[in-house]
T-cell receptor, first 114, second 114 residues
Framework: NAGVMQNPRHLVRRRGQEARLRCSPM?????VYWYRQLPEEGLKFMVY????????ESGMPKERFSAEFPKEGPSILRIQQVVRGDSAAYFC????????????FGNGTRLTVT | DQQVKQNSPSLSVQEGRISILNCDYT??????FLWYKKYPAEGPTFLIS?????DKNEDGRFTVFLNKSAKHLSLHIVPSQPGDSAVYFC?????????????FGQGTILTVHP
């Protein structure tokens, strides 16, 4: 049973470009979460999605960031017009949604903005 | 506003001895707590959790203690092994929100010496 798959593992973008981060949840998991880890900090919640629905985006910056989880295909975190402060590790996680089932994390995408 | 705090950035322990990692929280709405372990360049891995209706939960070498009145929890690892060397994150969930919406501490780097 494959775990949460994220790609790419490393992404380098120049300021002003767009970054697209992809996440395929574990098989059987319909709840997807995105977290960001800035250097020397813990992980911070960004957004919670189910298929075709954004459930909670209270942790998303108001501008330039968007997320989707389409009916078919992976979840996408999109960052438009990246700035140096967007450099971080972005982790996707999934869970079944039943009871207090724990989150399973992918290995992250390390975004570097030059 | 850091609602979950891990005040020790690092901890060094001899193999075979006990490791005690501490975590404090400020939000009285938190009612479910988890510990995750993270190796470099990997995503966090779930270790153990505890509900606020309990004060102790045990799983093999790992035990989590919760002191609600002090808003404090701790993770005990006995006996510690070199493979336990990693970053340990404490996380909390507020009542009424998704179990996947975690508030993380900054992490404690545990080093277990052979």
């Amino acid at each position: 049973n494959a775990g949460v798959m994220q790609n790419p593992r490393h992404l380098v973008r120049r300021r002003g470009q767009e970054a697209r981060l992809r996440c395929s949840p574990m098989k059987g998991h319909s709840h997807v979460y995105w977290y960001r880890q800035l250097p020397e900090e813990g992980l911070k919640f960004m957004v919670y999605l189910q298929k075709e629905n954004i459930i909670d985006e209270s942790g998303m910056p108001k501008e330039r960031f968007s997320a989707e989880f389409p009916k078919e295909g992976p979840s996408i975190l999109r960052i438009q017009q990246v700035v140096r402060g967007d450099s971080a590790a972005y982790f996707c996680a999934s869970r079944t949604g039943s009871g207090n089932s724990p989150l399973h994390f992918g290995n992250g995408t390390r975004l570097t903005v030059t | 506003d850091q609602q979950v705090k891990q005040n020790s950035p690092s901890l060094s322990v001899q193999e075979g001895r006990i490791s005690i990692l501490n975590c404090d929280y400020t939000n009285s709405m938190f009612d479910y707590f988890l510990w995750y372990k993270k190796y470099p360049a990997e995503g966090p891995t779930f270790l153990i959790s505890i509900s606020s209706i309990k004060d102790k939960n045990e799983d093999g070498r790992f035990t989590v203690f919760l002191n609600k009145s002090a808003k404090h929890l701790s993770l005990h690892i006995v006996p510690s092994q070199p493979g336990d060397s990693a970053v340990y994150f404490c996380a909390a969930v507020a009542g009424g929100t998704s179990y996947g919406k975690l508030t993380f501490g900054q992490g404690t780097i545990l080093t277990v010496h052979p």
